[in-house]
């Protein structure tokens, strides 16, 4: 992985020190590149004619999506973010009034206020599953959850958006399998970022977004569908001449791959897009960017331990390159006007966004950082600089 040739080809990380791909990262130039040459020959052709013609390259994009995610391409289907896949594959779920859906206290605001809407329309009970005191997923409660309760859905976040905590989703989709339990995976924060291995893990429906640290496109996502969901008939509560067929005035037949949680309208811009960022990350190679992203993020914060007054706030025997921070001798608000008076991006997290996790830790907020591969070592050394006033 040549880190000089992935900083030539991110015209963004010359100005600055970007550290929030977790957020909305920077798309390498040939991403832009191939939106900017088809909106403008749009401009000129029109949006059905000229997508006629990118048939082939829009098949990309399942194809690199299968080979990050190791599946097949009839697995995937094209969403415009992680919350409208979550959407779709939580509404082919046919609850009824007290059916459960087990959670985690580490759930994703959008999703838990998914789980809190069908709590209200359908009458579903919500169990969040314990936490042990290192802020790991207590396994062996959650086992005995499964068990005991017999969930209708499991729901979990690969790596919550306000901390570094990494779920133990492999051993989760053992129990899954073990007790038939279908098996919901929100991946936003892990795509891109690690390696995400649909057969490992053993989901049923796994989410993901293209803006963070896939580094594609905004309004872009992906939602795996397992074949066991598509044997099975699952659909999502609206569909449209993508996911079926209308057979005769009253009937319809259902699109055998995950296309069927596809709407047929959408940004062919931005499918093509995603499929050139996802291109580039095959390109460079998961396994090579998870390696350099873990030795990255471990000797930043083992640096950052050296700056007075700050204190991280990631718990978990796994953390990610999702870091977050309060500082005690200064304001967290001067603290982030100083990052940004030397060009550092970055995101700050809320209470109101984590509910759960910021009440257990007494927090309001944190300012986030989040870097990725083609962040350097030199630049994080910067930071520890800065912060050190």
Request: net charge negative.
């Amino acid at each position: 992985m040549d880190i000089d040739v992935i900083r030539e080809h991110t015209k963004g990380c010359r100005d600055k020190i970007f550290l929030n791909s977790a957020g909305s990262s920077l798309v390498p130039q040939r991403v832009t590149d191939k939106m900017t040459a088809y909106l403008q020959m749009e401009a000129l052709e029109g949006g059905y004619a000229l997508a006629n013609q990118y048939t082939a390259e829009l098949d990309q994009l399942y194809v690199q999506a299968a080979l990050l995610l190791n599946c097949t391409a009839e697995n995937i289907a094209f969403v415009t973010s992680a919350t409208d896949a979550f959407a779709r594959a939580i509404t082919a779920v046919d609850f009824k009034e007290g059916d459960l859906i087990l959670t985690t206290d580490d759930d994703y605001i959008s999703n838990q206020l998914a789980f809190l809407s069908l709590k209200q329309r359908f009458g579903i009970r919500i169990i969040r599953a314990h936490s042990l005191p290192n802020g790991d997923l207590d396994l062996e409660q959650f086992e005995k959850l499964v068990d005991q309760q017999r969930p209708k859905l499991v729901a979990i976040t690969y790596m919550p958006t306000n901390s570094g905590l990494v779920q133990p989703v492999v051993e989760v989709g053992r129990i899954c399998k073990k007790f038939d339990v279908l098996y919901l995976l929100d991946a936003c924060q892990a795509a891109g970022q690690r390696v995400v291995d649909v057969q490992e893990i053993g989901c049923d429906f796994l989410t993901v977004t293209g803006r963070k640290f896939l580094r594609g496109p905004r309004g872009t996502g992906l939602l795996y569908v397992s074949d066991k969901v598509l044997a099975a008939g699952l659909v999502p509560l609206i569909f449209d001449m993508q996911g079926a067929e209308w057979t005769a005035d009253d009937a319809y037949t259902l699109a055998k791959t995950a296309k069927r949680f596809e709407f047929w309208e959408s940004s062919i811009a931005g499918k093509l897009g995603l499929a050139e960022s996802l291109k580039y990350i095959n390109e460079i190679g998961i396994l090579h960017i998870e390696e350099y992203n873990i030795k990255l993020i471990t000797q930043f914060r083992e640096q950052l331990k050296s700056v007075t007054g700050l204190t991280m706030h990631d718990q978990g025997s796994r953390l990610s390159n999702i870091l977050t921070f309060t500082t005690e001798n200064r304001s967290l608000s001067d603290t982030a006007q100083r990052l940004k008076d030397h060009h550092v991006y970055f995101s700050m997290s809320f209470r109101d966004f984590a509910r759960i996790d910021f009440n257990r830790k007494n927090l309001d907020a944190v300012i986030r950082f989040s870097p990725h591969y083609f962040n350097t070592v030199e630049e994080l050394e910067k930071i520890i600089d800065i912060l050190n006033y």
